[in-house]
């Protein structure tokens, strides 16, 4: 306190306030009319109010004035607040118009700045008979803008009377208005005093920029907690001119709502959500909502069915699984209100007979994507009667529908072109006649699964026509030989994924004709095949793309053929090798050292990855 009353002695001295007017003259240059008129303005404003009206500063206020300064022009932008940089200057080492200052960020300041710093100056002198000893230093000072809300609205006559100090310690800019403000909780604020200069201001922290020209930094607010960008979380003010904003869940758009509600499952939405109100059982039946539907109930009637899908008459996505309580009839009602459905899965209702699936393709003409897995009821002329009325149809799964055969694959064929995705597991009805009509009419094929179906060699030699071919699954496929398998695949380029699992015919000759034409293939399944060695040798030296390999229970695999495929392909990830007994436990710990990249699965490794898993998820194993 002391050496800032010596600074202020300093600065005045004995002078008279006419020769100190003097002096600020001659070392501020000759100033406009302009500027005379501004300061005659704005102390007519403060002049023409109360003195209640005009925030009094304390003691210590006024010594903070003295080092800080704010300078806000009244007839400028009155939402732009330039804090200037303290210094130990006197105050006439105000720097003149023709320096230009150093600016940080925003190159938007310059002679005006300096042109309101001297206005805000003499509308001190003017008011209270003193002078701040504050200076701009000509260098080193950085402005950098203060962002105030937009919502903040003020006059001419409160912006005069705003006070705003620094803190010097923390280098952040501080602004204290007279504006009351609300918490988005409604906690009531009421008047703190600054820590800085004393003055009581609404503000809790009021923190609304830094002096460093980043982004300023969220607070925490003192009532509820919550964290926001200006610690008073403003809403709004007290007075006749700002009335606080209060918003209740049900004001908010029906858009709104709905997608808050999206976070809810079915359950919530019916029987918890939509009870609420009526605002509430409006926006839960929102048809933005039911768009997709996913139904997994085993106890699901068919009067449940109806009324959920009935809710959107644009239903695009329908899932039923294990809804073993549906009849034929009450899946085929629900098909017939959904003209725009897309995609439909069908999984694990045994019930169902033919009636639920007859006449899907006349009520559901834009199907897409069609998944019958494990439902036993489908029949071909079902299946017929899609493919002649679904001509999108481009994902189709079958995966063990005994009743398909050749018959309808045939008229599937023939009548999508776009199919793009085709899988069958365990059909047994389909044969070598569903594949050669695929391979002719089905160009655009890209994924082809034929698990344990009545294929045969003679069958897959038509695969070459499939020339987008990407993922093909010949898994357990006894009856095709080594030689036929080299020479179908060798002639599908585009391919990145081969699973040959449970086939025993396949050879390391049959491995060396992949490996050496198909560049591409990243995942290759060889589980329980008649390979050795030379067999991973051949893929490490043509298929340096492969990511994916997996030779478990392929008893002639040995630490040769593991070492020699892990150095030679450098893409490798994975590298499975359960039950391949002729590679030993200290092979497999140096291949584990020398490549960490590689994730190698083995029985005795994968049971103490479970071990270690187990044990960070907290549970204690039983040692004895």
Request: net charge negative.
């Given at each position: 306190?002391?050496?800032?009353?010596?600074?202020?002695?300093?600065?005045?001295?004995?002078?008279?306030?006419?020769?100190?007017?003097?002096?600020?003259?001659?070392?501020?240059?000759?100033?406009?009319?302009?500027?005379?008129?501004?300061?005659?303005?704005?102390c007519q404003v403060i002049h023409s109010r109360s003195s209640e009206d005009?925030?009094?500063?304390?003691?210590?206020?006024?010594?903070?004035?003295?080092?800080?300064?704010?300078?806000?022009?009244?007839?400028?932008?009155?939402?732009?607040?330039?804090?200037?940089?303290?210094?130990?200057?006197?105050?006439?080492?105000?720097?003149?118009?023709?320096?230009?200052?150093?600016?940080?960020?925003?190159?938007?300041?310059?002679?005006?700045?300096?042109?309101?710093?001297?206005?805000?100056?003499?509308?001190?002198?003017?008011?209270?008979?003193?002078?701040?000893?504050?200076?701009?230093?000509?260098?080193?000072?950085?402005?950098?803008?203060?962002?105030?809300?937009?919502?903040?609205?003020?006059?001419?006559?409160?912006?005069?009377?705003?006070?705003?100090?620094?803190?010097?310690?923390?280098?952040?800019?501080?602004?204290?208005?007279?504006?009351?403000?609300?918490?988005?909780?409604?906690?009531?604020?009421?008047?703190?005093?600054?820590?800085?200069?004393?003055?009581?201001?609404?503000?809790?922290?009021?923190?609304?920029?830094?002096?460093?020209?980043?982004?300023?930094?969220?607070?925490?607010?003192?009532?509820?907690?919550?964290?926001?960008?200006?610690?008073?979380?403003?809403l709004g003010s007290d007075d006749e001119h700002h009335p606080a904003v209060?918003?209740?869940?049900?004001?908010?758009?029906?858009?709104?709502?709905?997608?808050?509600?999206?976070?809810?499952?079915?359950?919530?939405?019916?029987?918890?959500?939509?009870?609420?109100?009526?605002?509430?059982?409006?926006?839960?039946?929102?048809?933005?909502?039911?768009?997709?539907?996913?139904?997994?109930?085993?106890?699901?009637?068919?009067?449940?069915?109806?009324?959920?899908?009935?809710?959107?008459?644009?239903?695009?996505?329908?899932?039923?699984?294990?809804?073993?309580?549906?009849?034929?009839?009450?899946?085929?009602?629900?098909?017939?209100?959904?003209?725009?459905?897309?995609?439909?899965?069908?999984?694990?209702?045994?019930?169902?007979?033919?009636?639920?699936?007859?006449?899907?393709?006349?009520?559901?003409?834009?199907?897409?994507?069609?998944?019958?897995?494990?439902?036993?009821?489908?029949?071909?002329?079902?299946?017929?009667?899609?493919?002649?009325?679904?001509?999108?149809?481009?994902?189709?799964?079958?995966?063990?529908?005994?009743?398909?055969?050749?018959?309808?694959?045939?008229?599937?064929?023939?009548?999508?072109?776009?199919?793009?995705?085709?899988?069958?597991?365990?059909?047994?009805?389909?044969?070598?006649?569903s594949l050669q009509a695929l391979c002719a009419f089905s160009h655009n094929?890209?994924?082809?699964?034929?698990?344990?179906?009545?294929?045969?060699?003679?069958?897959?030699?038509?695969?070459?026509?499939?020339?987008?071919?990407?993922?093909?699954?010949?898994?357990?496929?006894?009856?095709?030989?080594?030689?036929?398998?080299?020479?179908?695949?060798?002639?599908?380029?585009?391919?990145?994924?081969?699973?040959?699992?449970?086939?025993?015919?396949?050879?390391?000759?049959?491995?060396?004709?992949?490996?050496?034409?198909?560049?591409?293939?990243?995942?290759?399944?060889?589980?329980?095949?008649?390979?050795?060695?030379?067999?991973?040798?051949?893929?490490?030296?043509?298929?340096?793309?492969?990511?994916?390999?997996?030779?478990?229970?392929?008893?002639?695999?040995?630490?040769?053929?593991?070492?020699?495929?892990?150095?030679?392909?450098?893409?490798?990830?994975?590298?499975?090798?359960?039950?391949?007994?002729?590679?030993?436990?200290?092979?497999?710990?140096?291949?584990?050292?020398?490549?960490?990249?590689?994730?190698?699965?083995?029985?005795?490794?994968?049971?103490?990855?479970?071990?270690?898993?187990?044990?960070?998820?907290?549970?204690?194993?039983?040692?004895?």
């Amino acid at each position: 306190m002391a050496e800032q009353e010596s600074d202020g002695e300093e600065l005045v001295g004995n002078k008279s306030e006419e020769q100190h007017h003097q002096l600020l003259a001659t070392r501020h240059g000759e100033e406009s009319d302009d500027e005379g008129d501004e300061v005659k303005q704005i102390c007519q404003v403060i002049h023409s109010r109360s003195s209640e009206d005009i925030p009094q500063c304390s003691a210590p206020a006024k010594e903070l004035c003295e080092k800080r300064m704010l300078s806000p022009s009244p007839t400028t932008d009155l939402t732009r607040r330039y804090p200037c940089k303290s210094t130990k200057k006197s105050h006439g080492d105000v720097p003149n118009s023709d320096t230009t200052p150093t600016r940080k960020q925003n190159d938007c300041f310059g002679s005006n700045h300096l042109k309101e710093c001297r206005i805000f100056r003499k509308v001190l002198e003017e008011v209270s008979g003193e002078g701040c000893s504050t200076g701009c230093d000509n260098e080193e000072d950085k402005f950098v803008p203060i962002r105030v809300p937009s919502n903040v609205k003020r006059n001419s006559e409160e912006s005069a009377i705003d006070q705003t100090c620094r803190n010097d310690s923390d280098n952040k800019s501080k602004v204290y208005d007279q504006d009351y403000t609300k918490c988005e909780h409604d906690c009531q604020l009421t008047h703190a005093t600054s820590s800085n200069c004393g003055t009581e201001n609404p503000f809790s922290s009021c923190y609304l920029g830094s002096d460093t020209g980043e982004q300023q930094q969220p607070e925490t607010c003192s009532k509820c907690g919550t964290e926001n960008t200006f610690s008073s979380c403003y809403l709004g003010s007290d007075d006749e001119h700002h009335p606080a904003v209060t918003l209740h869940f049900n004001d908010l758009p029906i858009l709104l709502k709905s997608q808050i509600f999206s976070y809810l499952t079915m359950n919530e939405l019916l029987c918890t959500a939509s009870l609420v109100c009526k605002t509430w059982y409006e926006a839960a039946r929102e048809p933005g909502l039911w768009r997709r539907l996913h139904l997994d109930r085993p106890g699901m009637l068919d009067e449940d069915l109806w009324n959920v899908v009935g809710i959107n008459a644009n239903l695009s996505q329908l899932h039923v699984l294990d809804c073993r309580m549906l009849s034929g009839k009450g899946i085929a009602k629900a098909l017939a209100g959904c003209p725009a459905l897309k995609e439909l899965i069908i999984m694990r209702c045994n019930q169902l007979k033919a009636d639920a699936f007859c006449d899907i393709g006349e009520h559901c003409p834009l199907l897409a994507k069609i998944n019958f897995s494990n439902t036993n009821g489908v029949p071909d002329a079902a299946l017929e009667k899609i493919a002649s009325h679904c001509s999108h149809l481009s994902e189709l799964r079958l995966n063990r529908c005994s009743l398909i055969s050749d018959e309808s694959i045939t008229q599937v064929a023939r009548c999508c072109p776009k199919l793009k995705v085709l899988t069958f597991q365990e059909n047994k009805k389909v044969t070598d006649a569903s594949l050669q009509a695929l391979c002719a009419f089905s160009h655009n094929i890209e994924v082809l699964s034929l698990h344990k179906c009545s294929i045969t060699s003679q069958g897959i030699m038509h695969l070459h026509k499939l020339t987008k071919l990407r993922n093909l699954d010949l898994s357990n496929l006894s009856s095709l030989s080594s030689n036929s398998v080299g020479e179908a695949i060798s002639n599908l380029p585009q391919l990145d994924t081969l699973n040959l699992c449970l086939s025993k015919n396949i050879n390391d000759s049959c491995l060396h004709s992949i490996a050496a034409s198909c560049k591409k293939l990243k995942y290759l399944f060889l589980v329980s095949c008649n390979i050795t060695d030379e067999g991973l040798i051949s893929i490490g030296r043509h298929s340096r793309s492969i990511e994916h390999l997996d030779i478990g229970w392929c008893e002639d695999i040995t630490d040769r053929g593991a070492t020699a495929l892990s150095q030679m392909c450098s893409q490798l990830k994975y590298l499975g090798m359960v039950r391949c007994d002729q590679i030993t436990e200290g092979c497999v710990a140096r291949l584990v050292k020398e490549f960490p990249h590689i994730h190698y699965s083995t029985f005795l490794l994968d049971s103490q990855r479970l071990l270690e898993k187990a044990k960070r998820q907290g549970f204690q194993l039983n040692t004895v």
